[in-house]
């Protein structure tokens, strides 16, 4: 455990505090977090989880636009619909994308579990996106992944991080209902609708 591994779990915990408190804080602490898991993932050869951070980087400056021209436009950051046929789509691509990165990453890299690493920097990236895009269904996805996460930091003994994911899965199950909520609350205005307080 370094001081560095503690830092990036710190600024990790803010990112995602603000990202289901929907305040555009949050992808300011998100990039420093990326830019520090960026160079601790490298020298674990975690090079899947190195490049992915560099991905998020460029999503993480989508995002902040996204977010910031739906406010303005609303002065809310608003929960976006998403079709199930684009979540199973986008999900195969996921798929077949990490499958081809993790495949290059064996054979062209000492990387410590190319396969895995990649599939979770895929999945991971699916999961950015659609927090960038305001889809309740990111919380879902990174529920899941990040149990995975866990299992394969202990492998790597990353036990602080390890221990951030394991965090991080209730966070994201937290950010579901809580995004859920706010949902109910924008669909109740948007009709002119307001339960009983």
């Known amino acids: 455990m370094s001081s560095l591994e503690i830092i990036a779990v710190i600024i990790s915990v803010i990112g995602v505090a603000l990202t289901i408190k929907r305040n555009m804080w949050c992808w300011w ?3 420093l977090a990326f830019i520090l898991y960026a160079y601790l993932f490298f020298t674990f050869k975690l090079y899947g989880e190195t490049i992915l951070q560099f991905l998020f ?9 996204y977010w910031l021209k739906g406010k303005r436009q609303d002065h809310e950051i608003r929960i976006e619909p998403i079709a199930v046929k684009t979540v199973l789509m986008q999900m195969c691509l996921a798929a077949i994308g990490g499958l081809l990165f993790g495949l290059t990453l064996k054979h062209f890299t ?18 950015t996106y659609w927090t960038s895009r305001k ?3 990111t919380w879902v996805l990174w529920v899941f992944v990040d149990i995975v996460y866990v299992g394969m930091f202990i492998y790597k003994e990353l036990f602080l991080t390890a221990g951030l994911y394991a965090a991080f899965v209730l966070l994201a199950a937290y950010g579901w209902w809580q995004w859920e909520q706010v949902k109910h609350k924008q669909l109740a205005n948007s009709i002119g609708f307001y339960p009983n307080r």
Do not use: E, T
């Open 57 to 65: 980087m460029l999503i993480n400056f989508y995002g902040f636009y």
């Open 135 to 137: 889809h309740i269904a």
């Open 110 to 127: 000492d990387a410590a579990v190319p396969l895995l690493d990649a599939q979770l920097a895929a999945f991971s990236l699916l999961a």
């Open 29 to 31: 602490f998100n990039f």
